[in-house]
């Protein structure tokens, strides 16, 4: 599966959940959210034994894994890749500073809150706004693409998004019953 269709695949999934919180009567909406939940949980614990399995053969067979940015939103999404939120943020950092240095801007890294990303942005084109818009959307394009389970991204130095962005990760969340939760960038 490409990424353009997995993000389709999201985008269809995101809308049957909707579809299925909607069904008026409560018992089939229930049914149809246990069944949701019941793949998940069979999905997830199948992943968890394929890296176990894995694990034993060294990390070099799990780190090949998580380049693939499916491979890494699944295990993102069902809480079993091995970086944590910090390091995948980091490594989205790195991927980008070459390109906003080369048009004189820089980033500071200043820590998660709450799931939060906070940022520091300086340089030149902080005060163009078109060049802040589409720093802005790199930076949180490449966040999001190394770790969609980050809350939101806050970035001094460049005025916040006038409009909510309109992806949304749609996530099951592990825990008491996999309750259904939708996860966006603006924290939903």
């Known amino acids: 599966m490409q990424t353009g269709e997995y993000s389709k695949r999201m985008g269809d999934i995101e809308e049957l959940v909707r579809k299925a919180e909607s069904i008026p009567d409560p018992d089939s909406r229930a049914a149809a959210l246990e069944l949701a939940r019941a793949v998940m949980e069979l999905h997830g614990a ?100 190394k770790a969609p389970d980050a809350a939101g991204v806050e970035i001094e130095g460049i005025a916040p998004r006038t409009a909510p962005a309109d992806e949304n990760l749609v996530q099951l969340e592990p825990g008491d019953g996999f309750p259904l939760t939708r996860v966006g960038r603006d924290g939903l």
């Open 46 to 145: 199948g992943l968890a034994k394929i890296i176990e399995i894995l694990s034993e053969g060294g990390s070099s067979t799990i780190d090949s894994l998580v380049r693939s940015d499916l491979i890494s939103s699944l295990l993102v999404l069902h809480d079993l890749h091995p970086d944590n939120l910090e390091t995948r943020v980091t490594q989205a950092l790195d991927s980008v500073l070459p390109y906003l240095r080369s048009h004189g801007g820089d980033l500071e890294f200043l820590g998660i809150q709450e799931g939060t990303v906070r940022l520091r942005f300086q340089g030149s084109c902080r005060n163009c706004p078109g060049s802040a818009i589409t720093a802005r959307e790199v930076i949180e394009n490449a966040i999001y693409g």
